[in-house]
């Protein structure tokens, strides 16, 4: 575990680092890393964790396995010393779903009855913008395994940063409106910064006195967030403590007694163990993001593993309504066995087909695209384009138009993915540069928002539009 249950990584200056059983070069993250370790290499069948901000849910998820952070208060806190009293609870981590429905149920201590309902699971849409894992591996898989089942309705997706926005009238106080950023990642930085605050505030009410007395070693890492949170200075206490419950009553509103949230669990693979390369900001700016809708509000999560990408381990959560446990440990048991069946479907997929069209039908239909794109009318430019790119597949224009309009939707992940494919076709494509780093700011990886800005001066040494951006993000980074 990471010293005063405080780093994200799993490595421990004191006593080391447990191996990950997945991907062996690879950190467990933390800060339960031990425990997670255990029950991934089979030592046990389950054991129990801490979690504040992310320590169950983030070994869980890079450790391949099943990882609960009950809703806060569920759970006794008895005899624990916690790193935040409003945000810390004892999770659990669990291979076999049996094993972990019934060792939940135990923890929770309580005899009521979860009356069946029809279940209704919604796709926080805007949430994956900020992961890397293909929708095909992830949406796709637990779409086809709810179609499969009895008892659910049909699957609902949404932007729940425009839903969010509304109900939260304290987060004005925490958007910082100068920024070029989209709105939906305003509001999300915004609940990362009140719950990390509100770490910080409780753990140096706590813990200040001890520090300064015994004076503890600590690792690099450690020790730079204890000194934050001993330097940090909270003259609105009060605005934090009513953020958490503005987004708590809004979850709750939203999902009532019958919805489940899914999300990324992670946005990507952090690094190896032993690594002297520091987390980037920017990975750690996006997955405090994820993590703040159930950390802050202190709603129930269960990190459900799906297989693997390229090696690594893939994980969505599945959140519910504060005090909704019990039907979420239920749901997570019903839908495994569907989820594993779709899994599997999902890695033996073959290559999607190669279409071979007409250049003039193509052209006019990228015609049609941009007039639609004219004309304010995004989804409909986003079919004319790939449509065109259905028939030809090698106009690189095709794909940094279909960028531009999934740029308007706010479909940053699709835009960047966009981009890519324009630049492999055509090196000095200025707009799929310009449009690539539109896309990677708006999901916070500003060093490489920053090297595509760069890229486009290159190309165009007077080109105001990209001067002014990596001045913008120079600013930002520094």
């Not at 165009?460 to 913008?472: F, I, S, Y």
């Amino acid at each position: 575990m990471d010293e005063l249950a405080f780093g994200i990584t799993g490595e421990n200056l004191h006593y080391g680092t447990p191996a990950n059983p997945q991907l062996s070069p690879q950190i467990p993250g933390g800060s339960s890393s031990g425990s997670a370790v255990a029950v991934a290499a089979g030592l046990v069948d389950f054991a129990l964790g801490s979690d504040t901000v992310g320590c169950v849910r983030i070994p869980a998820a890079f450790c391949g396995i099943l990882g609960y952070k009950p809703s806060h208060g569920a759970v006794s806190n008895i005899g624990v010393l916690t790193n935040s009293q409003s945000l810390s609870t004892v999770g659990l981590f669990a291979r076999d779903p049996s094993i972990f429905h019934r060792v939940g149920y135990l923890l929770l201590q309580t005899t009521q009855m979860v009356v069946k309902r029809e279940r209704r699971i919604v796709f926080a849409d805007d949430f994956f913008q900020y992961s890397r894992i293909p929708k095909q591996k992830s949406v796709h898989v637990v779409s086809k395994a709810i179609e499969a089942l009895s008892g659910y309705q049909p699957v609902k997706h949404m932007n729940v940063c425009q839903y969010m926005a509304p109900n939260l009238p304290i987060l004005k106080e925490f958007c910082d409106p100068s920024t070029k950023l989209h709105q939906g990642t305003l509001t999300l930085q915004a609940l990362s910064t009140i719950m990390l605050s509100l770490q910080r505030y409780e753990f140096k009410t706590i813990y200040e006195e001890w520090i300064n007395t015994v004076k503890p070693r600590m690792g690099l890492e450690i020790s730079a967030r204890v000194l934050s949170s001993l330097n940090s200075t909270c003259e609105n206490a009060k605005s934090l403590y009513k953020a958490r419950a503005e987004l708590r009553a809004a979850l709750n509103s939203l999902l009532k007694d019958d919805g489940i949230l899914v999300i990324p669990t992670i946005p990507d693979f952090l690094t190896k163990h032993g690594s002297k390369k520091k987390l980037s900001s920017e990975f750690e700016d996006r997955l405090f993001m994820l993590l703040s809708l159930a950390g802050l509000s202190g709603c129930c999560q269960v990190a459900v593993p799906l297989g693997k990408h390229e090696g690594y381990p893939i994980s969505l959560s599945f959140i519910a309504a504060h005090g909704a446990d019990k039907f979420l440990l239920d749901t997570v048991l019903d839908i495994h066995t569907s989820l594993q069946e779709q899994i599997s479907i999902a890695s033996n997929l073959p290559p999607l087909p190669d279409f071979n069209g007409d250049m003039d039908t193509s052209e006019l239909l990228k015609e049609k695209g941009n007039a639609a794109f004219k004309g304010k009318q995004w989804n409909k430019a986003v079919n004319f384009y790939t449509e065109a790119i259905k028939l030809n597949e090698s106009n690189a224009t095709y794909y940094c138009n279909r960028a531009a309009a999934y740029l308007e939707l706010g479909c940053y992940q699709q835009a960047e993915a966009d981009c890519n494919q324009a630049v492999l076709l055509d090196k000095k494509n200025v707009k799929a540069f310009l449009r690539r780093g539109t896309a990677r700011e708006m999901l916070v990886s500003y060093k490489e928002a920053a090297q595509d800005f760069r890229h486009a001066l290159v190309l165009e040494p007077q080109n105001k539009a990209a001067r002014d951006a990596e001045k913008r993000l120079r600013r930002l980074m520094s």
